[in-house]
């Protein structure tokens, strides 16, 4: 599974952006997916994840009512909605995906990684 991360960009605080991860293979539509972001000098940190069909997701607190992780499933395409950002959510945004269905937080349980897109947000 190859993923490819998108949607990064600057924008003011208050503002919003959708993050997209596209993935070959048609099994993906079976893997769990999460986003996880590391801003500089800081470690990789769980953002939000979704099993494979899209029931469960489970969100860091810190962009809990913020942000929203979805799926389509047809478009092997996991989104990442931000809004309401803050200057502290600016960092590299990585997609990842395992090859189970559940959706986790523990960044060591995800097998497939994307290469990152960074989002800056300004004050």
């Known amino acids: 599974v190859q993923l490819q991360a998108s949607g990064g960009g600057s924008v003011q605080a208050g503002g919003s952006l959708r993050l997209s991860c596209a993935a070959s293979?048609?099994?993906?539509?079976?893997?769990?997916t999460g986003w996880f972001r590391q801003a500089p000098g800081k470690e990789r940190e769980f953002v939000a994840a979704i099993s494979f069909s899209g029931v469960n997701t489970y969100y860091a607190d810190s962009v809990k009512g913020r942000f929203t992780i979805s799926r389509d499933n047809a478009k092997n395409t996991v989104y990442l909605q931000m809004n309401s950002l803050k200057p502290e959510d600016t960092a590299v945004y990585y997609c990842?995906?395992?090859?189970?269905?559940?959706?986790?937080?523990?960044?060591?349980?995800?097998?497939?990684w994307g290469q990152g897109t960074l989002v800056t947000v300004s004050s």
């Open positions: 293979g048609r099994i993906f539509s079976m893997y769990g």
């Open positions: 990842a995906a395992r090859k189970y269905g559940s959706a986790v937080v523990a960044r060591d349980e995800y097998d497939y």
